[in-house]
T-cell receptor, first 113, second 115 residues
Framework: DTGVSQNPRHKITKRGQNVTFRCDPI?????LYWYRQTLGQGPEFLTY????????KSRLLSDRFSAERPKGSFSTLEIQRTEQGDSAMYLC???????????FGSGTRLTVV | GDSVTQMEGPVTLSEEAFLTINCTYT??????LFWYVQYPGEGLQLLLK?????DKGSNKGFEATYRKETTSFHLEKGSVQVSDSAVYFC??????????????FGTGTRLKVLA
Protein backbone atom coordinates (compact mmCIF):
# COMPACT_ATOMS: atom_id res chain seq x y z
CA ASP A 1 0.00 0.00 0.00
CA THR A 2 1.60 3.24 -1.15
CA GLY A 3 -0.72 5.57 0.74
CA VAL A 4 -2.71 8.41 -0.78
CA SER A 5 -1.27 9.55 -4.10
CA GLN A 6 -1.84 12.98 -5.63
CA ASN A 7 -0.90 14.24 -9.08
CA PRO A 8 0.55 16.50 -10.17
CA ARG A 9 2.73 17.64 -7.27
CA HIS A 10 2.96 21.14 -8.66
CA LYS A 11 0.88 23.05 -11.19
CA ILE A 12 1.46 26.56 -12.50
CA THR A 13 -1.34 28.00 -14.59
CA LYS A 14 -2.39 31.32 -16.02
CA ARG A 15 -5.37 33.09 -14.59
CA GLY A 16 -8.55 32.04 -16.38
CA GLN A 17 -7.35 28.56 -17.30
CA ASN A 18 -8.95 25.36 -16.05
CA VAL A 19 -6.98 22.85 -13.99
CA THR A 20 -7.68 19.31 -12.81
CA PHE A 21 -6.02 17.40 -10.00
CA ARG A 22 -6.17 13.69 -9.30
CA CYS A 23 -6.21 11.77 -6.03
CA ASP A 24 -5.80 8.01 -5.64
CA PRO A 25 -6.85 6.96 -2.14
CA ILE A 26 -5.80 3.93 -0.16
CA UNK A 27 -7.60 1.10 -1.94
CA UNK A 28 -9.68 -0.18 0.96
CA UNK A 29 -10.80 3.29 2.08
CA UNK A 30 -14.33 4.16 1.01
CA UNK A 31 -14.20 7.76 2.26
CA LEU A 32 -12.32 10.50 0.44
CA TYR A 33 -11.83 14.15 1.38
CA TRP A 34 -10.40 17.28 -0.22
CA TYR A 35 -8.86 20.08 1.81
CA ARG A 36 -7.25 23.37 0.79
CA GLN A 37 -4.28 24.95 2.55
CA THR A 38 -3.41 28.54 1.79
CA LEU A 39 -0.08 30.07 2.72
CA GLY A 40 0.32 30.48 6.46
CA GLN A 41 -2.92 28.71 7.29
CA GLY A 42 -4.03 25.27 8.31
CA PRO A 43 -5.90 23.03 5.87
CA GLU A 44 -9.63 23.69 5.46
CA PHE A 45 -12.23 21.09 4.54
CA LEU A 46 -13.67 21.35 1.01
CA THR A 47 -15.68 18.23 0.28
CA TYR A 48 -16.29 14.58 1.17
CA UNK A 49 -17.17 11.44 -0.79
CA UNK A 50 -18.43 8.15 0.48
CA UNK A 51 -17.79 5.74 -2.35
CA UNK A 52 -18.97 7.63 -5.45
CA UNK A 53 -21.44 9.88 -3.66
CA UNK A 54 -20.44 13.45 -2.80
CA UNK A 55 -22.15 13.87 0.57
CA UNK A 56 -20.86 17.17 1.82
CA LYS A 57 -19.49 20.39 0.35
CA SER A 58 -18.05 23.35 2.20
CA ARG A 59 -19.21 26.87 1.40
CA LEU A 60 -15.56 27.41 0.40
CA LEU A 61 -16.26 25.33 -2.71
CA SER A 62 -17.49 27.94 -5.17
CA ASP A 63 -19.33 27.20 -8.43
CA ARG A 64 -15.99 27.14 -10.24
CA PHE A 65 -14.94 24.05 -8.31
CA SER A 66 -16.20 20.58 -9.08
CA ALA A 67 -15.13 17.24 -7.65
CA GLU A 68 -15.95 13.76 -8.82
CA ARG A 69 -15.24 10.24 -7.73
CA PRO A 70 -16.45 7.93 -10.48
CA LYS A 71 -16.81 4.29 -9.44
CA GLY A 72 -15.76 5.17 -5.92
CA SER A 73 -12.06 4.88 -6.64
CA PHE A 74 -9.88 7.85 -7.63
CA SER A 75 -11.17 11.40 -7.41
CA THR A 76 -10.63 14.53 -9.46
CA LEU A 77 -10.92 18.15 -8.42
CA GLU A 78 -11.40 20.64 -11.24
CA ILE A 79 -11.13 24.40 -10.95
CA GLN A 80 -12.56 26.42 -13.83
CA ARG A 81 -11.48 29.95 -14.72
CA THR A 82 -8.75 29.99 -12.11
CA GLU A 83 -8.13 33.12 -10.06
CA GLN A 84 -5.01 34.17 -8.16
CA GLY A 85 -6.88 33.51 -4.92
CA ASP A 86 -7.05 29.83 -5.87
CA SER A 87 -3.30 29.52 -5.35
CA ALA A 88 -2.93 26.99 -2.53
CA MET A 89 -1.98 23.46 -1.62
CA TYR A 90 -4.83 21.05 -2.36
CA LEU A 91 -4.74 18.05 -0.07
CA CYS A 92 -6.58 14.78 -0.50
CA UNK A 93 -7.20 12.34 2.33
CA UNK A 94 -8.93 9.00 2.67
CA UNK A 95 -10.24 7.00 5.58
CA UNK A 96 -12.11 3.79 6.33
CA UNK A 97 -15.57 3.82 7.96
CA UNK A 98 -14.08 4.44 11.38
CA UNK A 99 -12.83 7.96 12.07
CA UNK A 100 -9.25 6.88 12.59
CA UNK A 101 -6.89 5.82 9.88
CA UNK A 102 -7.35 9.16 8.14
CA UNK A 103 -4.37 9.47 5.77
CA PHE A 104 -3.32 12.58 3.86
CA GLY A 105 -1.60 12.72 0.51
CA SER A 106 1.38 14.98 -0.17
CA GLY A 107 -0.80 17.52 -1.93
CA THR A 108 -0.88 19.42 -5.21
CA ARG A 109 0.52 22.91 -5.04
CA LEU A 110 -1.31 25.25 -7.42
CA THR A 111 0.14 28.60 -8.43
CA VAL A 112 -2.04 30.90 -10.52
CA VAL A 113 -0.07 33.64 -12.30
CA GLY B 1 -18.75 25.99 15.25
CA ASP B 2 -15.70 24.02 16.27
CA SER B 3 -12.37 25.84 16.28
CA VAL B 4 -8.71 25.44 17.19
CA THR B 5 -6.42 28.22 18.36
CA GLN B 6 -2.68 27.76 18.58
CA MET B 7 0.12 30.10 19.45
CA GLU B 8 1.55 32.17 16.65
CA GLY B 9 5.07 31.63 15.53
CA PRO B 10 7.70 31.56 14.58
CA VAL B 11 9.21 29.93 17.61
CA THR B 12 13.01 29.97 17.55
CA LEU B 13 14.92 27.76 19.97
CA SER B 14 18.44 26.55 20.45
CA GLU B 15 19.13 22.85 20.14
CA GLU B 16 18.31 20.90 23.34
CA ALA B 17 15.91 23.60 24.56
CA PHE B 18 12.46 22.75 25.95
CA LEU B 19 9.53 23.23 23.58
CA THR B 20 5.93 24.15 24.33
CA ILE B 21 3.41 25.04 21.65
CA ASN B 22 0.04 26.01 23.11
CA CYS B 23 -3.23 24.80 21.60
CA THR B 24 -6.79 25.34 22.81
CA TYR B 25 -10.01 24.22 21.20
CA THR B 26 -13.74 24.89 21.15
CA UNK B 27 -16.00 22.00 20.27
CA UNK B 28 -19.41 20.51 20.84
CA UNK B 29 -19.10 16.99 22.12
CA UNK B 30 -15.81 15.27 22.75
CA UNK B 31 -13.55 15.40 19.72
CA UNK B 32 -10.29 13.58 19.24
CA LEU B 33 -7.24 15.85 19.23
CA PHE B 34 -4.16 15.67 17.06
CA TRP B 35 -0.82 17.23 16.31
CA TYR B 36 0.41 17.12 12.74
CA VAL B 37 3.82 18.19 11.46
CA GLN B 38 4.68 19.56 8.03
CA TYR B 39 8.29 19.66 6.90
CA PRO B 40 9.28 22.07 4.13
CA GLY B 41 7.88 20.98 0.78
CA GLU B 42 6.12 17.95 2.23
CA GLY B 43 2.62 16.90 3.19
CA LEU B 44 1.07 16.51 6.61
CA GLN B 45 2.38 13.80 8.92
CA LEU B 46 0.52 12.66 11.99
CA LEU B 47 2.70 13.28 15.03
CA LEU B 48 0.45 12.16 17.88
CA LYS B 49 -3.17 11.93 18.95
CA UNK B 50 -5.42 11.61 21.99
CA UNK B 51 -8.98 10.35 21.78
CA UNK B 52 -10.41 11.19 25.20
CA UNK B 53 -9.91 13.41 28.22
CA UNK B 54 -6.68 12.84 30.19
CA ASP B 55 -5.18 10.73 27.40
CA LYS B 56 -1.55 11.49 26.64
CA GLY B 57 -0.33 11.14 23.08
CA SER B 58 3.38 10.70 22.50
CA ASN B 59 5.76 10.09 19.63
CA LYS B 60 9.42 10.82 18.86
CA GLY B 61 9.89 12.58 22.21
CA PHE B 62 6.87 14.84 21.69
CA GLU B 63 3.88 14.57 23.98
CA ALA B 64 0.54 16.27 24.57
CA THR B 65 -2.23 15.67 27.13
CA TYR B 66 -5.94 16.11 26.38
CA ARG B 67 -7.19 18.48 29.10
CA LYS B 68 -10.97 18.81 29.00
CA GLU B 69 -11.15 21.20 31.93
CA THR B 70 -8.95 23.76 30.15
CA THR B 71 -9.89 22.65 26.59
CA SER B 72 -6.19 22.42 25.79
CA PHE B 73 -3.76 20.09 24.04
CA HIS B 74 -0.34 21.69 24.38
CA LEU B 75 2.61 20.11 22.57
CA GLU B 76 5.85 19.62 24.51
CA LYS B 77 9.30 18.20 23.90
CA GLY B 78 12.07 18.13 26.44
CA SER B 79 15.02 18.60 24.09
CA VAL B 80 14.52 19.78 20.50
CA GLN B 81 16.83 19.02 17.61
CA VAL B 82 17.57 20.91 14.41
CA SER B 83 15.66 18.19 12.56
CA ASP B 84 12.48 19.19 14.45
CA SER B 85 12.32 22.44 12.48
CA ALA B 86 8.92 22.38 10.77
CA VAL B 87 5.39 23.73 11.01
CA TYR B 88 3.22 22.12 13.67
CA PHE B 89 -0.59 22.01 13.39
CA CYS B 90 -3.01 21.30 16.19
CA UNK B 91 -6.30 19.82 15.02
CA UNK B 92 -9.53 18.30 16.20
CA UNK B 93 -11.54 15.65 14.43
CA UNK B 94 -15.22 16.35 14.67
CA UNK B 95 -18.40 14.93 13.25
CA UNK B 96 -20.26 16.46 10.31
CA UNK B 97 -23.89 16.70 9.24
CA UNK B 98 -23.35 13.98 6.66
CA UNK B 99 -22.15 11.49 9.25
CA UNK B 100 -18.45 11.58 8.52
CA UNK B 101 -15.53 13.20 10.28
CA UNK B 102 -13.51 16.22 9.26
CA UNK B 103 -10.52 17.99 10.67
CA UNK B 104 -10.50 21.51 12.02
CA PHE B 105 -6.91 22.75 11.99
CA GLY B 106 -5.20 25.60 13.75
CA THR B 107 -3.18 28.07 11.72
CA GLY B 108 0.11 26.32 12.43
CA THR B 109 3.21 27.26 14.41
CA ARG B 110 6.56 27.40 12.69
CA LEU B 111 9.44 26.04 14.78
CA LYS B 112 13.03 26.86 13.95
CA VAL B 113 15.77 25.12 15.91
CA LEU B 114 19.27 26.57 15.75
CA ALA B 115 22.41 24.46 16.16
Amino acid sequence: DTGVSQNPRHKITKRGQNVTFRCDPISEHNRLYWYRQTLGQGPEFLTYFQNEAQLEKSRLLSDRFSAERPKGSFSTLEIQRTEQGDSAMYLCASSPEAPYGYTFGSGTRLTVV
Amino acid sequence: GDSVTQMEGPVTLSEEAFLTINCTYTATGYPSLFWYVQYPGEGLQLLLKATKADDKGSNKGFEATYRKETTSFHLEKGSVQVSDSAVYFCALLGGTTSGTYKYIFGTGTRLKVLA
